[in-house]
């Protein structure tokens, strides 16, 4: 099996496709979002792997974006632990490091600890691009905020360990395949949908009444604007419950008085946090 994840050997989205599929898989590592739903959908890739939501940063946009967008079918959800440490080169100390690099969220979540070091924070595309480039530049003044794995993959000390500020960040990823390709026996225990509702008053409180109506628990609920129609605007919805479920098919069936348009975007099992 292969799967699609975005960006280089280390990286977070590289820990959370470990930690659901193990480490017996084929995992392949991509520049871009658009780059994975490609290789899912023209079967490079079997399933992809991407980051949706983060407990701090809130969600990735651009995912929810391109989930729409795009003829796939979510299967499982996937909670990874986010801690940051600073790797730098064997040996090294921090006293010696004046410049760390890692992606833009890492830094603010690290600001505490690079302030109490005295050390300037560049910008990097991703964290594990950071590592490699430390490794890269055998500058014993720099280090990089990535992840534990990053230092066994990248031959690094780890200089000090969960420097982030907040510990309870977590990121939820999706995993998502071509339909034809969606597990005959998949565990169907959560349900994920975007809708656009129509134009009149109480719209989407008609859509949420036919949920409860039905004994459905809404888990989220968020709206996001549509990049190609200018204040036009669509709701995603995670809810208790599998798509095969007869009071989800009623629910969906009744809130399709009050809406445009109504798209599953996966039915899964309920990851573990």
Sequence with gaps: MKVA?????GSYSESALIKHFGKNVESLGLETFEDVFDAVKNGKADSGILPFENTIAGSVS?????????????????????SHSLLSHRGNSISNVKTAFSHPHAIEQCRTFLKKHKIKAVPEYDTAGAAKI??????????AIASE?????????????????????TTKFFVFVQKQKIPPDLKKEKTSIAFKTKHYPGALVNCLQRLAKNGINLTKLESRPIPENPWEYVFYADFEGSDDAENVKLALAEMEASSLFIKILGSYPKGKE
């Design 5 to 9: 994840y975005q960006g280089v050997e």
């Design 62 to 82: 651009a995912n929810y974006d391109l989930l729409l967008k795009e003829d796939v079918f979510v299967i499982a959800e996937v909670f990874q632990k986010i």
């Design 134 to 143: 430390v490794k890269e530049r055998l500058r014993l003044d720099e280090a």
């Design 149 to 169: 794995l990053c230092a066994e993959i990248y031959g690094l000390d780890i200089l000090e360990k969960g420097i982030e500020s907040n510990k309870n960040d």
